[in-house]
């Protein structure tokens, strides 16, 4: 098995130097962001803490979380802990309403980006001898870029395909010789599914590496994007309010995504008392970054539900390993890559006249692609209007979700009081996928 390693200066660290690393780049972010980013100040004031107050990694519990709500209360630059000057990129991603998180990166951040990026790639394969296809949309999205720097920094070619033209895609993997192709794990299940309409023995094409991302997926889906393309197909985690995707990869043992703890400090809470838990336990991921210049995060709470291992790797590798994520502590919805709150849908409903408040949205997986169906409630007037009237109001809400979520959806009206009310919290979401 092939095992270059990127950096094995900083991956392959004794623990209790990645310890000594770690507190000094937190402490020195703890100032940073103390200094410049009042909600910080106004958090840690609250709490009677300075960063002075931290002298140990254990420490770190004292700390306040930081969550998207904060996010959003600062829009859009109220986060920075630089002026907009020093500022060289920015990124967003979906938030809870329709403002969406704002990102920034200064210089040195794109540097640390890349060389984080270059690091889960070397470690699936990738080499300066490769073409890289992209196959993520590009655009405001962390997912495309954050691949595209991480292969130039290796070497290798990339081909800025971004997402669909199915066809097209295939071509250019022909054509280019593509070696690795990068994209949701959904849609290379689509790719496959078209080479073998078109006839094509996917031997013939010069695939060898897959990197996915941008979505939950099975053990199962690995082993049948593995045979249908001929290829190695690996995973890798990030989220746009950290940095992007460079958080952690798998190396070629496929035995958990390797977290760079030399700019994140992982740790795993109980998502209802917030208690961190020790080692091995399944909870909520949390994330510090300790290298991040422009928008730092302190204790960030991802809401995803993992555990992490700290057992050093067959492939050398000290950092400790984090399990494909195993759902959500919250009500966010991964469709297509894309983040979904029910939240949001809710927003553009009941802004329009003639929808009740009652809907509910059902997720299912047709083929390889998610599809997402909003069963909305609407008055009598509405639901025995002619089929003509019915149809223009169906597509105007269809038209209105979309904008705001940046993903196709299904609307499928219903008739008042056909939705199950329940005690408490309602059941907004039916997830029939099976992943």
């Not at 392959?12 to 507190?23: A, S």
């Not at 078209?194 to 997926?217: A, H």
């Not at 889906?221 to 798998?250: C, F, H, K, Q, W």
């Not at 408040?357 to 209007?385: N, S, W």
């Amino acid at each position: 098995m092939q095992n270059i390693i990127w950096d094995p200066q900083h991956e392959c660290m004794l623990r209790d130097e990645i310890g000594q690393l770690q507190l000094e780049r937190l402490q020195a972010t703890l100032n940073r962001a103390y200094k410049n980013v009042t909600c910080y100040r106004t958090k840690f004031n609250g709490l009677g803490i300075v960063p002075e107050d931290i002298t140990s990694l254990s420490d770190l519990a004292k700390l306040p979380f930081t969550t998207k709500e904060d996010l959003r209360l600062n829009y859009p630059y109220g986060m920075f802990a630089v002026p907009l000057r020093e500022v060289v990129r920015i990124h967003s991603s979906s938030g809870t309403t329709g403002k969406p998180t704002v990102v920034g990166y200064t210089k040195n951040d794109l540097k640390t980006w890349s060389n984080l990026v270059a690091r889960f790639m070397t470690a699936a394969g990738v080499t300066h001898d490769d073409v890289v296809q992209i196959a993520f949309g590009y655009g405001l999205f962390t997912g495309a870029f954050g691949l595209h720097y991480g292969s130039e920094t290796i070497g290798a070619a990339v081909i800025p395909m971004s997402g669909g033209n199915t066809e097209k895609q295939i071509m250019i993997m022909q054509d280019y010789k593509s070696t690795v192709l990068v994209c949701t794990p959904s849609y290379a299940v689509t790719i496959a599914d078209r080479i073998e309409k078109l006839g094509i023995d996917p031997k013939t094409l010069s695939l060898k590496v897959g990197l996915f991302g941008g979505e939950p997926w099975s053990e199962s889906m690995r082993r049948e994007i593995e045979s249908r393309l001929s290829i190695s197909a690996t995973d890798n985690y990030g989220l746009s309010e950290v940095i992007g995707p460079g958080v952690a990869g798998e190396c070629g043992y496929k035995c958990g995504m390797h977290i760079f703890e030399d700019a994140f400090i992982p740790e795993i809470i109980d998502p209802e008392t917030c208690a961190v838990l020790p080692p091995g336990s399944v909870g909520e991921l949390v994330l510090t970054t300790i290298s991040k210049e422009a928008f730092p995060m302190i204790r960030y709470r991802t809401r995803d539900i993992t555990s992490l291992d700290y057992d050093v790797c067959e492939c050398g590798r000290t950092m400790v390993r984090m399990k494909k994520t195993m759902g959500r502590s919250d009500d966010m919805l991964i469709i297509k890559g894309v983040n979904v709150f029910p939240s949001q849908i809710e927003e553009v409903l009941v802004a329009i006249e003639g929808c009740e408040p009652h809907y509910q949205l059902v997720v299912d997986r047709k083929g390889a692609m998610d599809v997402l169906e909003v069963c909305i409630e609407v008055t009598e007037h509405i639901f025995f209007d002619e089929m003509k009237k019915q149809r223009a109001f169906l597509e105007m809400v269809e038209k209105k979700i979309d904008s705001v979520l940046g993903v196709g959806v299904t609307v499928k009206l219903v008739e008042p009081n056909s939705i199950p009310r329940n005690e408490g919290k309602a059941s907004r979401v039916i997830d029939k996928r099976r992943l």
